[in-house]
């Protein structure tokens, strides 16, 4: 049991269960579309191209070897991404072999897609980045935008907002220029999200309402899903309840239609998310519970560390099983480290200090807030605009509250020395 003034302190800190961060669940553009090419008319353009027989031979190969990575990477499963990262590796080498650049930086990207959906974000930039001065070289305005926005989403999920604005900054206008609409609108929807992260939602609304239009007038059904979910999620934080149910049901049966499990399970868990703010728990479970075996199938660990995340805190704050709620929290954190996500693996320390701070275990709760803080330092550092970084600081007033707290309990409890 913790300490009446261990009780006292938790009033503090509302439940705070997880929606899914920045990065958005599609690429910037469909990664069929991406490729701007049937197989067909690939073949056409390779046999168009001038070269020796042997030259020719290989680009075939380099083209055999791509759609079966893009096959693979179509079937959405963790074991089936692994193997068209493998497919890439080596039309990569071929495309290399034979000097061509626009398909080199093409399946770079993909092989960047990849990792993006498998939650390996730095390995995602590190392919993004050598995909987009190979692409400003051969002169591909749209597949540069699209891969400025890609970079821009893994910097914002990986915390560094100044950075995700600074490439979507420059996506926007370059998708403006070459009238790509499809791009603009998902360019408008990153912005959003990340003035959605930084606290700033009315900011945040006011683009998601720009892209959705957009999308719905491109057909995109994939990314208008998401841009919904996101609309849900600001009116949620605005504590406009009804109305982010009212978007979140809207998502749904759109991200079911065309099959994409990853809308689906970021809308799961959203409604789940309003369900607990809305003191119906089991409900919340029952579509955290929907989502998780989802999200194993196509390999999404960050995104599984968010259910588990949010299904230990329906165990800790809701229902007052500490431990349940520890073994939920324990698997989601391991998982956040693994792939790289620092934001969130110092929310979820902050949570796993509130929980061993109510059971009284205070040495335990310090060392955990102590990293917590120490990981937002960081970014927070990283954040160039004075504004932005002032909103960022002000978000994280509850950890520098909790860490104070409990230096205070601890020296309490040390002994009195004698002079």
């Known amino acids: 049991m913790g300490s009446a003034n261990n009780q006292g302190f938790c009033w503090w800190f509302l439940p705070k269960v997880t929606h899914y961060s920045l990065t958005l669940l599609l690429s910037t553009v469909m990664l069929a579309d991406a490729m701007g090419a049937t197989p067909r008319n690939i073949g056409l353009q390779i046999a168009q191209r001038p070269g020796t027989t042997q030259q020719n031979a290989t680009r075939a190969a380099a083209e055999r070897v791509f759609q079966e990575g893009l096959k693979l990477y179509q079937q959405g499963t963790a074991e089936s991404l692994r193997q068209a990262i493998a497919k890439y590796q080596e039309a990569l080498k071929l495309w290399q072999q034979v000097d061509d650049k626009p398909w080199e930086a093409e399946t770079l990207n993909n092989i960047g897609k990849v990792y993006d959906d498998l939650g390996e974000k730095p390995e995602a930039l590190k392919y993004y980045n050598q995909a987009l001065p190979i692409l400003r070289a051969v002169g591909d305005k749209g597949m540069e935008a699209s891969t400025l926005n890609n970079i821009g989403s893994v910097y914002g999920s990986l915390g560094e907002k100044q950075e995700a604005l600074k490439y979507l900054n420059q996506a926007l206008p370059i998708s403006r220029a070459v009238g790509d609409t499809k791009v603009e609108a998902v360019t408008l929807a990153y912005i959003g999200k990340v003035y959605d992260n930084l606290g ?48 979140l049901n809207q998502a749904l049966p759109i991200g079911r239609a065309v099959g994409d499990r990853k809308v689906e399970t970021r809308t ?3 409604i789940g998310f309003v369900y607990i703010s809305l003191g119906e728990e089991q409900e919340a479970l029952k579509y955290f519970n929907q989502a998780l075996p989802l999200l ?16 230990g805190a329906v165990y800790n704050y809701s229902l007052g099983e500490k431990q349940e709620g520890l073994k939920y929290y324990n698997q989601a954190l391991t998982i956040l480290r693994a792939v790289g996500d620092r934001e969130e693996e110092a929310k979820m320390l902050f949570h796993i200090a509130l929980l061993e701070s109510s059971q009284g275990n205070l040495q335990p709760a310090q060392t955990h807030i102590q990293a917590a803080i120490e990981i937002f330092e960081d970014l927070r550092a990283k954040i160039a605009n004075e504004e932005l970084r002032a909103a960022y600081s002000a978000s994280l007033q509850r950890y520098y509250q909790l860490n104070t707290y409990l230096l205070m309990e601890l020296q309490k409890k040390r002994p009195i020395k004698r002079i």
């Open 296 to 311: 194993r199938a196509v390999g999404e660990r960050r995104r599984e560390a968010t259910i588990l995340s949010n299904i």
């Open 200 to 247: 700033e939602k009315q900011e945040a609304l006011k683009y998601f309402n720009q892209a959705l239009p957009i999308l719905r007038a491109v057909g995109d059904k994939g990314m208008e899903a998401s841009t919904l979910i996101n609309i849900g999620i600001v009116y949620s934080d605005l504590g406009e309840k009804q109305e982010a149910l009212k978007y």
């Open 268 to 270: 799961l868990n959203d």
